[in-house]
């Protein structure tokens, strides 16, 4: 008789912790909505970094390539490559959003470390990494799973619904679940990894603000690249798995 009062108390207790924040925020009220204006602007800062660096690679290209040339096409290069090493050869389509992927989360994990946080006054709280708010990392899972989806029915058709009951049927609510673990996987692994990683280098700096915190900062740039490695490898991966219907 007790059971329904219970789990409306539990999806309170988890509607509490949901609101849980980590320093100070500002967000902007727009109609019902509220939005988390810190992640907004560095999204913004890193959409203009990449699409200014995408207008300046393209516009004039070089028979003999200039090293900014050389550079954005070493980075094509490493996309193309991880693409093919996780999907096969039927890579080609996916580069795009692989390498969308590989370099918006790059840039907002560096834009945590690089980006002078004064450079533009808040009333609440610093400017910070998109990829420490968890909706951000969310949004980005989210769209691979669609992804996932979306190439194991175009390439298997209604049939790709099968590797759910591969092995054994048995085995149908695991497979099932597995999936739904993926998008959960990639953003909560990105997310605590980047908000650790900004919380340690603001408890150092306000304990001590010289020299200590640099090296923390630089391990920081490092761990920052290899997530978003993480992230785009298993995107990739994720893909090619779909397609291929192997485990």
Same mark, same amino acid.
């Given at each position: 008789?007790?059971?329904?009062?219970?789990?409306?108390?539990?999806?309170?207790?988890?509607?509490?912790? %949901?609101?849980?924040?980590?320093?100070?925020?500002?967000?902007?009220?727009?109609?019902?909505?509220?939005?988390?204006?810190?992640?907004?602007?560095? %999204?913004?800062?890193?959409?203009?970094?990449?699409?200014? %660096?995408?207008?300046?690679?393209?516009?004039?290209?070089?028979?003999?390539?200039?090293?900014? #040339?050389?550079?954005?096409?070493?980075?094509?290069?490493?996309?193309?490559?991880?693409?093919?090493? #996780? =999907?096969?050869?039927?890579?080609?389509?996916?580069?795009?959003?692989?390498?969308?992927?590989?370099?918006?989360?790059?840039?907002?994990?560096?834009?945590?470390?690089?980006?002078?946080?004064?450079?533009? #006054?808040?009333?609440?709280?610093?400017?910070?990494?998109?990829?420490?708010?968890?909706?951000?990392?969310?949004?980005?899972?989210?769209?691979?799973?669609?992804?996932?989806?979306?190439?194991?029915?175009?390439?298997?058709?209604?049939?790709?619904?099968?590797?759910?009951?591969?092995?054994?049927?048995?085995?149908?609510?695991?497979?099932?679940?597995?999936?739904?673990?993926?998008?959960?996987?990639?953003?909560?692994?990105?997310?605590?990894?980047?908000?650790?990683?900004?919380?340690?280098?603001?408890?150092?700096? %306000?304990?001590?603000?010289?020299?200590?915190?640099?090296?923390?900062?630089?391990?920081?740039?490092?761990?920052?690249?290899?997530?978003?490695?993480?992230?785009?490898?298993?995107?990739?991966?994720? =893909?090619?798995?779909?397609?291929?219907?192997?485990?």
């Amino acid at each position: 008789m007790n059971v329904l009062p219970c789990s409306i108390n539990t999806l309170n207790g988890l509607y509490d912790i %949901s609101g849980v924040e980590v320093g100070q925020h500002l967000y902007w009220q727009i109609g019902d909505f509220q939005v988390h204006a810190q992640v907004l602007i560095t %999204s913004w800062v890193v959409m203009a970094i990449l699409l200014g %660096s995408a207008a300046i690679a393209v516009r004039n290209p070089q028979t003999v390539p200039t090293d900014g #040339q050389n550079f954005f096409e070493y980075v094509l290069e490493f996309i193309r490559d991880l693409s093919k090493t #996780q =999907i096969g050869e039927e890579y080609s389509p996916w580069v795009p959003f692989i390498g969308t992927m590989f370099l918006f989360i790059f840039v907002s994990n560096w834009s945590g470390a690089l980006l002078p946080r004064k450079i533009i #006054q808040l009333p609440h709280g610093e400017l910070a990494a998109p990829t420490n708010d968890i909706n951000t990392t969310v949004a980005l899972a989210l769209p691979t799973s669609v992804a996932y989806f979306y190439a194991g029915l175009t390439k298997k058709g209604l049939g790709y619904f099968g590797k759910y009951i591969q092995p054994t049927p048995i085995l149908l609510p695991i497979n099932i679940l597995e999936d739904f673990t993926k998008p959960l996987s990639l953003s909560f692994r990105l997310f605590g990894n980047i908000l650790a990683d900004e919380l340690v280098v603001v408890v150092l700096v %306000s304990l001590v603000p010289l020299v200590v915190p640099i090296p923390v900062m630089f391990l920081g740039l490092f761990t920052s690249g290899i997530q978003a490695l993480i992230f785009a490898t298993l995107a990739a991966a994720y =893909i090619g798995e779909s397609m291929e219907g192997h485990h």
